[in-house]
């Protein structure tokens, strides 16, 4: 198999987002860039430039009803991993394949039918009182942690800071007792969707790396706006300046150099040499 260079990853990524737009059009689903990809569009005007990924947010209806479209589609290029009827799949969040690639991420488990990939983020309701939104967010981002320690032990090796890390669980290790039984993919689940997205004031996928900062307005999401992402425009939320705000504090001031690298640590192949 020939190695992907990170120039060929980013070709594939972007056919992706190209297509999950298509898909979004067609089908009247709401799709914005998020996160990192989402910085790259306001700040960069398409990627940062050591970055080497894309993410997209979904309302938790379409990103189901994209899922759905997937899934029944045996004609595409693409295929999806998803939490709902994956056992091997530990993430909470799905992930849209490229089926002609292969790919392993270091100190990670391999999952069946993994290759390049752009990530696909539901955005959850959230509790509407201050008081239940913090007992909520601590409690999903508790049943998440101890999730993760049983599905994939893996996420220590992988961690920069085992140190701190085995001091937090420590810390925690009562709270595991009280949740391990109950720390269940499906459990989790139900728990993240019980809010309806429709009635709530507050929304966000909270079981991210910046946790409780992705408890966000939900009127960030009231409407979708053009913006440009390499060689094509996307949509991208109404409020994306309080959201890079509250993600990234002062999000057009560049890092210190010795920040500016990836935080993927991975190879990926074509499946096929192409003559």
Known sequence: MKEINLNELKEIQLDMLKFVKNICEVNN??????GGTLLGAVRHQGYIPWDDDIDIFMPI?????FI??????????????????ND??????????????????DNMPQINGFGVYIDIFPIYGLPNYTSQLDDYVDKMLQLNDIYKVKACPQTWNYSKNKFKKIIKSIVKFPMYCKYKNIASKKRILSL????????????????????????LDKRIFDKAIP????DEYFNVPIGYDQYLKQLYGDYMKLPPLEKRQSHHNFTAWWKEISK
């Open 29 to 34: 689903l709401k799709y914005f860039l998020c």
């Open 61 to 65: 209806e379409d990103y189901k009803k």
């Open 88 to 105: 091997e799949y530990y993430y909470f969040f799905s992930k849209l394949i490229d089926n002609r690639t292969v790919m392993i991420e």
């Open 68 to 85: 759905k479209i997937i899934k029944d589609n045996n004609e595409i290029a693409y295929s999806i991993l998803d939490p709902y009827d």
């Open 227 to 230: 913006m440009k992402f390499e």
């Open 192 to 215: 993240l969707e019980e809010n309806n997205y429709n009635k709530t004031k507050y929304v966000g996928y909270i079981l991210s790396a910046y946790e409780k900062k992705e408890i």
